[in-house]
């Protein structure tokens, strides 16, 4: 074993649980500040600081017209670079409606356009449902209509707008 190998397997033993083989972890090229032994030296932490054990304080966010939401919870923590984008329709088991998905899109284009944040979670409120999909109590047959008589449900926009958000989005099931 040369000196880089062992490089390797001194800074991938504590990563791997006990009982995996070494022999069975996948070879990866030790980073510059894998020979370090302090865990201050990691590439993370040089660039970013050291990640607070503290929960994120979240402030209530709104869209860049400052108008504010009924459907979803938008917020953004202090500090952190993190927007949360939560459904909030637990009595419909957070079903969307046409209002939610407008909603939704105007949170996400915010977050998009916000240079602080780095990762939007989307996440729905309460305990039964992340979402049950189109709230069948709004669908006639134009389909699903709001107070604004929108005829349509334009959930595949939003699809579309969450997959080429260029920041990544987890969703929080």
């Keep these: ?28 090229a030790p980073s510059p500040a894998a020979g370090s032994s302090s865990p201050a030296g990691d590439s993370y932490r040089r660039v970013h600081g050291d990640v607070s054990s503290e929960p994120p304080e979240w402030r209530a966010a709104t869209d860049e017209d400052g108008k504010g939401f009924v459907d979803i919870i938008y917020e953004k923590s202090v500090g952190e670079g993190i927007a949360k984008i939560t459904i909030n329709r637990p009595d419909r088991r957070n079903a969307f409606r046409p209002l939610t998905v407008k909603e939704l ?6 977050a998009r356009d ?5 990762v939007v979670i989307l996440t729905g409120n309460g305990s039964k449902a992340f979402c049950s999909g189109g709230d069948q109590a709004l669908r006639d047959s134009d389909g699903y209509v709001d107070f604004d008589s ?24």
Excluded: C, W, Y
């Excluded at 899109?105 to 915010?110: I, L, V």
């Excluded at 916000?114 to 780095?118: A, N, Q, R």
């Excluded at 939003?158 to 260029?166: E, G, K």
């Design 114 to 118: 916000d240079s602080s944040i780095g």
């Design 105 to 110: 899109m105007r949170a996400f284009s915010d």
């Design 1 to 28: 074993m040369d000196a880089a190998e062992r490089r390797l397997a001194r800074v991938t033993a504590h990563l791997l649980p006990s009982s995996l083989p070494l022999a069975s972890a996948p070879l990866l």
């Design 150 to 173: 929108f005829g349509r449900l334009n959930v595949l926009d939003l699809q579309v707008q969450i997959r080429r958000l260029p920041k990544p989005v987890i969703a929080m099931v």
